[in-house]
């Protein structure tokens, strides 16, 4: 199931699983960041052999997951993430466009 989720975000920007699968992807592969978002679950980068892979709820509540080369790339997306959850708290209106 992994080499089937790697090899569909090396061709796709995001992908959409079910919670089933993401409970075999988190028993499966390394957790090594996970941060509450407080508003849309946890956003988590896990390394799944040598693939990393940052997965988050969308507002729709679906688990998307994203495929990186990079630990800093991968960071850089959480922190560039966590930075409008905070902007939320804080009442500027912000939306996240999970598409992207």
Request: with cysteine; net charge negative.
């Amino acid at each position: 199931m992994m080499q089937e989720i790697i090899q569909k975000l090396q061709n796709e920007q995001f992908i959409v699983v079910s919670e089933e699968t993401l409970r075999e992807i988190l028993n499966s592969c390394r957790l090594i960041q996970e941060h509450d978002t407080m508003i849309a679950d946890k956003i988590r980068l896990l390394k799944c052999d040598q693939y990393l892979i940052v997965q988050e709820k969308s507002d729709k509540g679906e688990i998307l997951l994203r495929g990186f080369e990079t630990e800093a790339e991968a960071g850089k997306f959480i922190a560039d993430r966590m930075k409008i959850y905070e902007d939320m708290w804080d009442g500027c209106g912000c939306k996240i466009y999970y598409y992207e």
